[in-house]
């Protein structure tokens, strides 16, 4: 299976850029024999107002193993090994650029009932293998409830917070969204 993603937030508060943060995501999950096991592949593209992010790339892989696996209800832990190549602005507006290896150690959840409501949550933990106050916090939850067969009344919570640039974000967003089915 391949994922792709795109999510670009961007905002003004009395006429002052707040955010303008772009980020890139393919996976591709690669199923093997074990039941309930399999190994995955990352790659990540961020640039980030919010966070002093001017560009960081992220790729590796690793395994991942769904605990819970019916047909409306999962629960998955991933773990995965990512290369980190980063350009950002320390908290003392210093420029930085470096490369570290992480270990990426993630928890995965989704309930669906029936086509009525869906929740999906993942939180991801990031730690330097070099580094060790350099720490990477990613946490997003999802909250759908259908109204009709194309339209949902969508909600979303997103936080992430990068110790290196002592910066930190949380979105709330919600609205109306238009469902297609191919």
């Known amino acids: 299976m391949i994922d792709f993603n795109n999510k670009?937030?961007?905002g003004e508060q009395q006429?002052?850029?707040?955010?303008?943060?772009?980020?890139?995501?393919?996976?591709?999950?690669?199923?093997?024999s074990i039941k309930h096991f399999y190994y995955w592949t990352l790659s990540v593209y961020n640039k980030s107002y919010s966070l002093r992010i001017?560009?960081?790339?992220?790729?590796g892989g690793g395994v991942a193993y769904i605990f819970i696996d019916k047909p409306n209800f999962k629960i998955k832990i991933t773990d995965e090994i990512l290369y980190d190549f980063n350009d950002v602005y320390l908290a003392d507006t210093t420029r930085?650029?470096?490369?570290?290896?992480?270990?990426?150690?993630?928890?995965n959840i989704k309930y669906y009932y029936k086509t009525r409501f869906?929740?999906?949550?993942?939180?991801?933990?990031?730690?330097s293998l070099q580094q060790r106050n350099d720490v990477i916090y990613k946490g997003e939850a999802d909250l759908k409830i259908q109204l009709t067969r194309?339209?949902?009344?969508?909600?979303?919570?997103?936080y992430n917070?990068?110790?290196?640039?002592?910066?930190?974000?949380l979105f709330i967003t919600f609205g109306l969204a238009f469902d297609t089915y191919f």
């Open 54 to 59: 001017n560009n960081q790339l992220q790729a």
């Open 118 to 127: 869906s929740f999906t949550s993942s939180f991801f933990v990031q730690n």
């Open 96 to 107: 930085e650029v470096f490369q570290t290896p992480r270990n990426s150690l993630g928890l």
């Open 161 to 169: 917070k990068i110790n290196r640039t002592e910066r930190e974000n």
């Open 15 to 32: 006429k002052k850029l707040i955010n303008n943060d772009f980020t890139s995501a393919i996976d591709i999950n690669l199923y093997k």
């Open 150 to 158: 194309l339209l949902s009344l969508a909600s979303k919570l997103t």
């Open 8 to 10: 670009w937030p961007y």
